[in-house]
């Protein structure tokens, strides 16, 4: 009831506060910086932002103010980190739990890339099975099970129910990517829910890990870029199995901001393709 009490109470929770702080202050030496350059075309998000403040300056209403802009930039720093590590630890954790799946992705890259030096995002367009694989993963983990808390801004109706003006609104993304009706086998691994007959990859308009709507998520663009890059250099860098005498997986997430995999260890034992294949190393 009294959120603001938690800062004068001793407890493991204060060393929230001081990442938060130490964050805030990141960000704040960043502005500052930015501050002291010379006038230039805006750049990047904060050179833009800067720019709005200084036009609405005059504003009495206006929200564009530099705390508004740390908490914005926290906001945009903790919901791509997380939410892409997350999902790439549940990836790895399929890979290992469906070696068939895994070999077959990297039997697809070896074959499409070649000796490429690096995997680039284009490379999507011709990587059907792999770009399958990481859409299954984002469905089936659903790392974001409940989008970001909304506030119904009138009042309006839905299928029939009605919604009055200030309502607070959680769509449950999780009810979308199990739904029976869009998947074939909704509490289970497969890629094949992105594939047609002929394995060309094809959307499923139920795929909504990022929300949907005006207020779907920033980072969509971003956090794809980075999920296939990071996810198709793994696979094609290294074979990932657990370590011998390993109990199995835990499958079970751990509830939090994300829901999050089972703390454990997956080898990544280097491909035949790397130098040489050295010790395995946990990941």
Not at 73 to 82: E, K, S
Request: net charge negative; hydrophobic share 40%; aromatic share 10%.
């Amino acid at each position: 009831m009294f959120p603001w009490a938690l800062r004068h109470l001793p407890g493991p929770h204060q060393e929230i506060f001081r990442y938060q702080e130490a964050l805030q202050g990141f960000i704040r030496h960043e502005i500052i910086r930015y501050k002291l350059r010379t006038p230039e075309a805006p750049k990047n998000f904060i050179s833009c932002y800067l720019t709005q403040i200084t036009k609405a300056m005059d504003d009495p209403v206006s929200t564009f103010n530099e705390e508004n802009l740390i908490q914005v930039v926290i906001d945009l720093f903790l919901g791509g980190i997380d939410t892409t590590a997350t999902t790439l630890h549940w990836a790895l954790i399929y890979m290992v739990q469906h070696r068939a799946v895994q070999e077959k992705v990297q039997q697809e890259l070896d074959t499409v890339l070649g000796t490429a030096p690096v995997v680039c995002y284009e490379d999507r367009e011709r990587l059907p099975y792999t770009r399958a694989v990481l859409h299954e993963v984002q469905r089936l983990s659903s790392v974001v099970a409940v989008g970001a808390v909304r506030k119904c801004v009138t009042s309006t109706r839905v299928h029939g129910y009605y919604i009055s003006k200030g309502t607070i609104i959680l769509p449950n993304l999780a009810s979308v990517l199990y739904d029976p009706e869009f998947w074939e086998t909704p509490r289970q691994f497969n890629p094949s829910h992105f594939l047609d007959k002929d394995g060309n990859f094809v959307v499923n308009e139920a795929f909504l890990p990022f929300s949907a709507g005006h207020r779907v998520c920033p980072g969509d663009q971003l956090a794809r870029m980075e999920l296939f890059l990071m996810f198709a250099t793994l696979l094609r860098t290294f074979q990932f199995q657990l370590q011998d005498g390993s109990q199995g997986l835990r499958l079970e997430y751990i509830f939090g901001g994300t829901l999050q995999p089972q703390p454990q260890e997956i080898c990544a034992v280097p491909r035949l393709s790397s130098p040489s294949p050295g010790p395995r190393e946990p990941v």
